[in-house]
């Protein structure tokens, strides 16, 4: 038993770093944001859409890689993808345009999405109920590493190279993660459990389940919301605030430190109260603390906000592996396509909104409009769809 429990520990680390292509993409490079605009002789929008053409492509990427991991096995779409990741970082670094360096991301964007999937789809392969809850919790707390250390690094390393520097150590970081998979990651889907009959047949299941179609639509709230942060903050901290790329780094990094912060209560606190009502309570929390972000806002608070948008991360952090394992209980036959979509939900509204947002430039209110919107829909959707719903079963869920 022990060395089952040690083995599944690390399975979590190479899932949790699986996990992290999504913010090093980001984060990384997000200190140098504002210099890739004047570089490149763009506008901030265009800027932010930089990552907007990633986001987008990890979205429609995991349409094809979750359910060809259901059909071919987890091992393969994974190691095709983390590749050719490491290549198109290269073609990031030296892109001479802003068009270009869009169409590059969003080529990163759809390999790199086969990390998010698959990590999800193996969990999912190997527990379920509260240990699946329990095991994302895990994944959240090893993912949001890159959070933490990716900006602080990128602020480092502002001081010693410019924005193509950046991209050419995302190359770096791609093919070390190919090779740890590679190497340590197991297959989780044998033969027989392969599903030659999956795909369409699959979405169609999936689209008929009213509560798995809420908690899609909670998770594109909360990925609308996170990508707001994501895509602003840089510029509110900087311009607004005035902190310099490393200051905003470190600020930066205690926001993820709080997301696993609030992963590891609910790690904690989830056999006691079952993830159906933790899911309750976490989203109401965050809601509530975006709406307080605002308020903020309008009071003209300064860096100040940034307290209850360090609330936001503790309470999101803790209620996003409970929603997973609500929303793929039922489907453990079909985790590689039930994982694409809600990854896709989470990716799919927030790159196209956020530029949006900010065409007339960046602001703190605006940032946190947009936040406590996508929160407050989030928490109308659950209270009103989504608890009537839920019961303890819901979590015991066969494959």
């Known amino acids: 038993m022990r060395s089952g429990s040690v083995r599944l520990g690390r399975v979590a680390v190479v899932l949790g770093l699986l996990e992290t292509f999504g913010p090093i993409s980001m984060d990384l490079y997000l200190p140098l944001l504002p210099r890739l605009a004047a570089d490149l002789g763009t506008s901030e929008s265009l800027a932010q859409a930089t990552m907007s053409a990633c986001m987008l492509g990890l979205a429609l990427g995991q349409l094809v890689v979750g359910p060809l991991s259901d059909r071919v096995g987890r091992r393969r779409p994974l ?25 590059a991301r969003f080529l990163q964007g759809l390999c790199g999405s086969a990390g998010i999937v698959v990590a999800l789809a193996v969990a999912r392969d190997l527990t379920e109920g509260v240990e699946l809850v329990r095991l994302l919790a895990m994944l959240t707390t090893v993912g949001a590493l890159a959070p933490i250390v990716a900006p602080v690094v990128g602020g480092q390393l502002a001081l010693v190279m410019g924005w193509r520097g950046i991209f050419l150590v995302l190359a770096g970081i791609g093919g070390g993660l190919f090779l740890l998979a590679l190497l340590a990651l197991p297959e989780s889907l044998p033969g027989p459990a392969r599903r030659g009959d999956g795909g369409f047949r699959d979405l169609g299941v999936l689209a008929r389940d009213r509560l798995f179609l809420c908690f899609l639509v909670v998770g594109a709230c909360g990925g609308t919301a996170f990508f707001t942060y994501l895509a602003s903050i840089s510029f ?163 494959r």
């Not at 490491?86 to 360096?101: D, F, G, H, Q």
């Not at 997301?259 to 989203?283: I, L």
């Not at 929390?285 to 906000?305: C, S």
């Open 79 to 103: 190691l095709a993808g983390v590749g050719l990741f490491a290549v198109l970082s290269v073609v990031c670094a030296v892109t001479p345009s802003i068009e270009l360096l869009l169409a």
């Open 236 to 398: 509110v901290a900087q311009g607004g605030f005035g902190l310099s790329p490393q200051w905003f780094s470190v600020c930066f990094a205690a926001n993820a430190v709080m997301s696993v912060v609030g992963a590891q209560v609910n790690r904690a606190v989830v056999r006691r109260f079952g993830p159906a009502r933790m899911y309750v309570v976490g989203t109401t929390a965050t809601a509530l603390a975006a709406v307080t972000m605002v308020v903020a806002a309008v009071l003209d608070a300064g860096i100040l906000l940034l307290v209850p948008l360090g609330l936001v991360m503790l309470t999101s952090g803790g209620s996003t592996s409970n929603g997973s394992a609500l929303a793929l209980a039922s489907h453990g036959s079909r985790a590689g396509t039930a994982a694409a979509l809600l990854g896709t939900s989470a990716f799919a509204v927030g790159p196209v909104l956020a530029p949006l947002v900010s065409l007339n430039g960046t602001s703190p209110l605006s940032m946190s409009l947009t936040m406590a919107a996508a929160h407050g829909c989030a928490a109308a959707i659950v209270w009103v769809a989504v608890r009537p719903r839920l019961r303890a079963p819901a979590v015991t869920g066969g």
